[in-house]
């Protein structure tokens, strides 16, 4: 399956209704790295009735106990440091629970979601993220439908995300993505999409800490002109006005990204989309295959 | 005081003994920003016995109740979001403590732990940390020790920290800091020093999460000269050999930071110091007053 036909199946995947049984639970731990840790991160900041830690790391924390959701998460099913940390959370007697589309992890005897392969991990995030939103939040079925409507447009029409590709490859900028809650995980999602897909270094960070640090050098770093600034606009006030004083007293003009939709749901995956298709252009742009991630395959075999 | 005075306070600030008295909790929370913020980010990569929860926002999360250990740390005391998020958990009936050297926060009632005032926020990080050590994890006087000797001897000699900051000079390099656990505050730490100090964005991330996106880019992203990576050795041999690894496949030559002392607090301080040093002596470079901050406070001011 080519790149562009992956992120054609996104909205179908906002439908998988597959979840979780859980039991009486004081927290939850999710484990996962890279595009399939994305899912965890994205999650953890639109669920807060209980505490929510997430472990991307090999090893897990101390209090994890029975009274524990524990939810193993890797699309191939085979990441050393998630299988290492869904045995350390069985072994201290935790609700194991894992997502994946098979590999060791679906054979550890876990309460396991499995979802179809054949994908790259970071073109399943409907996949992935689906079991959490299922199991914890149960969204409406008409926020479901907004979602796939909103993918569906993006689909079809994606010309903005194109026009600032090609922004950024003409001035060979290193884009920094700035959100602010509950969008924080997109910006970082967006910030991996650039690494893996475009094979471009990004970075994002968040309002209101960043007030606190980038604001500084915003306006008197070396290299200014070579970043480019794209930050989601926020219809929380105490953000926006965040954005609008901090474009105004470090001189700079933020590239604003909309975020579309009215419900929860249908905005994230909205903005999920728009930098999927963003870090698709620009791979095009530069020539190079998106879908490529053999360094990190590589480093995989290497390390083994 | 000059700010290269206040680097001379940190190796005291270690035996601040401050504690708070705890009752029955089953979680802690701690808010702060910035600054202020990364005590608790350090505090909650090196304590695991009980889930530690971190807001660095104006709202705090649904969960918080009785059984909450809330702290917020605030050194001006007058920080908008974490006053926001103090009173908040106090309506949840949270138990309720602050770190701050005045303000606000020190007159609503909570018990608070007053440390010296008169320094730039982050120049205090050992008087906003050891109270959350000292409460939580209660350290060995002679890891105290061990850690002052450490802390004196930077103030001695830096001159490691003054040859990297004339190499990032020299190229007007983007730092990029890679850290590990327990140690990937720190380079959150470094990264915001970087930028509050000598005024140049700058960026972190982490081993092994990095191998799942920066991986890609570090071979072929464009402008790859002009970024200058910082990693942090680590004795962790599954850790060293990501490091190894990577260097390797992307054809990169990262510039080494050891991790002198033995205790992990003394480990911790070192490198906290040794990132003083170093962004002190680029802004220093660079012609910039490391203290000057006013950019900030005038945003503060925009918002209020």
Redesign the interface.
Known sequence: MQFSEELLTLKDQVRFDKSFKVGKY??IVIAG???S?IAGRIFSEIY????V?LV????I???VDDKTEFIAISYSGNTE?TISASEEAAKKHANVHAITSGGSLSKMGFDTIIIPSGLQPRSSIGYLLMPLVNTFIKPKIGDVDEAYRLLSETDKDNEEEKSIASEIYNG?H?P?IYGS?PFRAIAYRW??Q???N??????SNYF??L??????????????D??YFLVFRSDDS?FS??IT??E???GNSFRMVDVRGSSLLAKLFYLIHFGDYLTYHLAELRG?DPQ??S??E??KK??A
Do not use: C, Q, W
Request: without cysteine; negative net charge.
């Open positions: 004081d927290k790295m890279g595009g840790g807060d009735e209980k505490p830690f991307d790391d090999y090893d924390p101390s209090f440091e060979e290193i920094v809650r910030k991996t650039f690494n893996e475009a094979k471009v270094l990004a970075y209101s800490e007030n606190h640090n980038d604001t500084m050098p915003l306006k008197d770093t070396y290299r200014k070579e970043f105490r006005k965040r004083v901090t105004k007293i470090t190079v490529d991630v360094l990190i590589k480093l290497e390390i």
